[in-house]
């Protein structure tokens, strides 16, 4: 049999990001930075994933509001839409059509076992929706629409790629070979950013405010936020993640945005105290966040332009969803219809 190939000479890399929440610097240092990194080197698409975000309720103007929002955002941080396919996946309906069919191959056992939806279905016990357990496969058919060959996935969707790979190969088997089986995009040590009250944990917008840094924050609020952040009584400041999780974390976020060996930062930093730690942490997120937010102010004042950017990058979307929709559809038996 032979593989699946495409015709791109890039390989090609799908992300998606919820519109779900603000954005915080853990998304910009663990996901939107990186997808910036990539533009050149692959065929990138980046989608506003707004149906996955309706598996939890949502209200419906702020839903709207933060899909156009996120997508000025994926621009502010300097996304080229002539490099990159930017669009929301509402627009391109070959999403939900894949999605139905990869539903009728994926078993109900191995949705069960997916970990987000057991801490999902334990956060919203009271909306356990059947969207949100079979979000796995919608999250599949994104990503086997394009024929993607890598999806920079960090460790809590690396399940979702699994599932992803067996729906995809099960497919092929059954069907014949339809689809590209996708690899995780492993990056150069992307840091993971921790909140700045509990540094064990990942920093997340759905945590209280003075745990994350927002895009969009005022430098006032990030100054007040990084003073503020849990550091320990040890005075040292050194890495070590698991003795001194806080100052490792503001050691980690300087080192990113300032692109400087964590090495050199904590060396340059001796002698400084926390009050200097943070002093220096606030001064590079805010120097990092400030051109980032001039940008996006700039593009949100814009709706057309920003309309228009969408409507071209669905219209690009579902011209290459819909070969691989085409394929599937005759594959699963589906009659011929009219359409040239
Ligand atoms: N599930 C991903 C998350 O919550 C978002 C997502 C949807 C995604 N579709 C995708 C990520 C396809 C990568 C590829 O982070």
């Given at each position: 049999m032979q593989a699946e190939t495409h015709t791109s000479p890039k390989k090609i890399i799908f992300s998606g990001i919820q519109p779900s929440?603000?954005?915080?610097?853990?998304?910009?240092?663990g996901a939107l930075r990186n997808f910036k990194l990539l533009e050149d080197a692959y065929d990138c698409i980046y989608c506003v994933v707004d149906m996955h975000a309706i598996t939890v309720k949502q209200?419906?103007?702020?839903?709207?509001?933060?899909?156009?929002?996120?997508?000025?955002?994926?621009?502010?941080?300097?996304?080229?839409?002539?490099?990159?396919?930017?669009?929301?996946?509402?627009?391109?309906?070959?999403?939900?059509?894949?999605?139905?069919?990869?539903?009728c191959v994926t078993y109900m056992g191995e949705l069960s076992r997916m970990t987000q939806f057991k801490e999902k279905s334990a956060k919203h016990h009271d909306n356990i929706n059947a969207g949100l357990f079979t979000y796995p496969v919608l999250m599949a058919a994104d990503?086997?629409?394009?024929?993607?060959?890598?999806?920079?996935?960090?460790?809590?969707?690396?399940?979702?790629?699994?599932?992803?790979?067996?729906?995809a190969q099960r497919f092929n088997s059954q069907y014949g070979q339809s689809f590209v089986v996708p690899e995780a995009y492993i990056g150069k040590v992307g840091s993971r950013v921790m909140s700045l009250q509990e540094p064990t944990?990942?920093?997340?917008k759905s945590d209280p405010e003075d745990t994350y840094i927002s895009l969009l924050d005022s430098p006032e609020v990030v100054r007040?936020?990084?003073?503020?952040?849990?550091?320990?009584?040890?005075?040292?400041?050194?890495?070590?993640?698991?003795?001194?999780?806080?100052?490792?974390?503001?050691?980690?976020?300087?080192?990113?945005?300032?692109d400087e060996p964590l090495e050199s930062v904590t060396d340059s930093l001796q002698g400084e105290g926390y009050g200097g730690l943070k002093t220096r942490a606030a001064d590079a997120i805010?120097?990092?966040?400030?051109?980032?937010?001039a940008e996006y102010a700039r593009i949100i004042a814009d709706?057309?332009?920003?309309?228009g950017i969408l409507d071209e990058g669905a219209q690009a979307a579902a011209r290459r969803a819909n070969r691989t929709l085409d394929k599937v559809k005759r594959?699963?038996?589906?009659?011929?219809?009219?359409?040239?």
């Amino acid at each position: 049999m032979q593989a699946e190939t495409h015709t791109s000479p890039k390989k090609i890399i799908f992300s998606g990001i919820q519109p779900s929440g603000v954005l915080t610097l853990g998304n910009y240092i663990g996901a939107l930075r990186n997808f910036k990194l990539l533009e050149d080197a692959y065929d990138c698409i980046y989608c506003v994933v707004d149906m996955h975000a309706i598996t939890v309720k949502q209200n419906a103007a702020e839903l709207r509001a933060r899909c156009l929002s996120l997508a000025a955002m994926y621009l502010a941080v300097g996304l080229d839409p002539k490099k990159s396919l930017i669009f929301c996946q509402s627009h391109v309906s070959a999403h939900a059509e894949l999605a139905w069919i990869l539903n009728c191959v994926t078993y109900m056992g191995e949705l069960s076992r997916m970990t987000q939806f057991k801490e999902k279905s334990a956060k919203h016990h009271d909306n356990i929706n059947a969207g949100l357990f079979t979000y796995p496969v919608l999250m599949a058919a994104d990503i086997l629409l394009y024929q993607t060959d890598l999806v920079p996935v960090g460790a809590d969707q690396k399940q979702h790629l699994e599932i992803t790979r067996d729906i995809a190969q099960r497919f092929n088997s059954q069907y014949g070979q339809s689809f590209v089986v996708p690899e995780a995009y492993i990056g150069k040590v992307g840091s993971r950013v921790m909140s700045l009250q509990e540094p064990t944990r990942k920093m997340s917008k759905s945590d209280p405010e003075d745990t994350y840094i927002s895009l969009l924050d005022s430098p006032e609020v990030v100054r007040r936020k990084v003073k503020r952040a849990v550091t320990d009584s040890d005075a040292s400041i050194r890495f070590d993640a698991e003795e001194k999780p806080g100052v490792s974390n503001l050691l980690s976020i300087i080192s990113v945005l300032m692109d400087e060996p964590l090495e050199s930062v904590t060396d340059s930093l001796q002698g400084e105290g926390y009050g200097g730690l943070k002093t220096r942490a606030a001064d590079a997120i805010i120097e990092t966040l400030a051109p980032i937010q001039a940008e996006y102010a700039r593009i949100i004042a814009d709706k057309a332009t920003l309309q228009g950017i969408l409507d071209e990058g669905a219209q690009a979307a579902a011209r290459r969803a819909n070969r691989t929709l085409d394929k599937v559809k005759r594959k699963v038996g589906f009659a011929p219809h009219g359409k040239a």
